[in-house]
């Protein structure tokens, strides 16, 4: 994937296959909000949102996640784990690019530091974790790309009113 200097939501949404419907959800309420923010134009109207290369890499972590079955509060924990409890960003956790390393088995996030230490992100990520034996199967946490949506044709597009996009 060639990495350009900025995004429109519609260009994160066809990339991660999160709904730009998510993404100004999303932003609303602070679980993850773009660099450049909406803002009104003089004719009225909105510009749309700007997102970086590094918001696209982990909106696509983030996405992934969204598909495994992570719920949104858990998402905003992890987000909030990682810069208050190891003061970094997602995508400094991803593929060993940071002072931590993210590892996923199943519905449980671990970090590891440089030294070692193992901790479970959402659940205890002030208490290290003691490893006995090998029954754990930790995979790194990395970016994959999500493959282009495709619509049914002549499919409505949303047939839920009101719900809040997860």
Request: charged fraction near 30%; aromatic fraction near 8%; hydrophobic fraction near 35%.
């Amino acid at each position: 994937m060639k990495l350009k200097k900025l995004y429109s939501s519609r260009e994160v949404a066809a990339i991660t296959g999160l709904s730009a419907r998510q993404l100004q959800w999303w932003d609303q309420r602070r679980i993850f909000t773009s660099s450049i923010p909406s803002h009104k134009t003089e004719r009225g109207g909105y510009t749309e949102r700007r997102y970086t290369p590094i918001e696209l890499l982990e909106l696509m972590v983030l996405a992934d996640l969204r598909r495994r079955g992570f719920t949104v509060p858990r998402l905003r924990r992890l987000l909030g784990v990682l810069r208050a409890r190891f003061k970094v960003r997602l995508y400094e956790a991803i593929e060993g690019g940071g002072p931590v390393t993210l590892y996923i088995d199943d519905d449980k996030i671990y970090a590891r530091t440089p030294a070692g230490d193992l901790f479970n992100v959402l659940d205890q990520p002030n208490q290290p974790l003691l490893m006995v034996g090998e029954q754990v199967r930790l995979r790194e946490l990395t970016v994959r790309e999500q493959p282009a949506r495709r619509r049914a044709k002549g499919s409505a597009a949303s047939g839920r009113r009101g719900a809040s996009p997860s």
